[in-house]
């Protein structure tokens, strides 16, 4: 069985870091897309970062304050989220496509997480 599972989120102070984790069973990363997501109240799934084939992609949003890396010996993928700001508050996802073409859009992911929330206190 295919299964994708977040940690990491938590309640932080606007300026702190976050490191989230996203943990692959059932397959490997080998081949797929991975990309991270987030959601916040009231607003639609947005793509924030993803890594592809070696290559890394972040939304305008986030450059420069997330990193996405992966560790294959333990199908896990991280995104370091520093400086964080109020407007991060989400419930982050992480989703695993083979055949992504738009990176930072949802409908080319075949796996999601059930996600982690990150809150970000002013």
């Known amino acids: ?22 943990a692959a069973s059932g397959f490997t990363f080998d081949g797929y897309t991975i990309g991270w997501f987030r959601q916040a109240p009231g607003k639609g799934r947005e793509g924030v970062s993803c890594l592809s084939d070696g290559r890394t992609y972040y939304a305008d949003s986030v450059k420069g304050r997330f990193t996405i890396s ?4 333990q199908n896990t993928v991280y995104l370091q989220i520093n400086s964080l700001k109020p407007e991060d508050t989400a ?8 055949a992504v073409v738009a990176v930072l859009g949802i409908n080319d992911y075949d796996y999601w997480g059930q996600g982690t929330q990150v809150t970000v206190s002013s």
């Open 70 to 73: 992966s560790d294959i010996d």
């Open 91 to 98: 419930v982050y996802y992480c989703a695993a496509g083979r």
């Open 1 to 22: 069985e295919v299964q994708l599972v977040e940690s990491g989120g938590g309640l932080v102070q606007a300026g702190g870091s976050l490191r989230l984790s996203c």
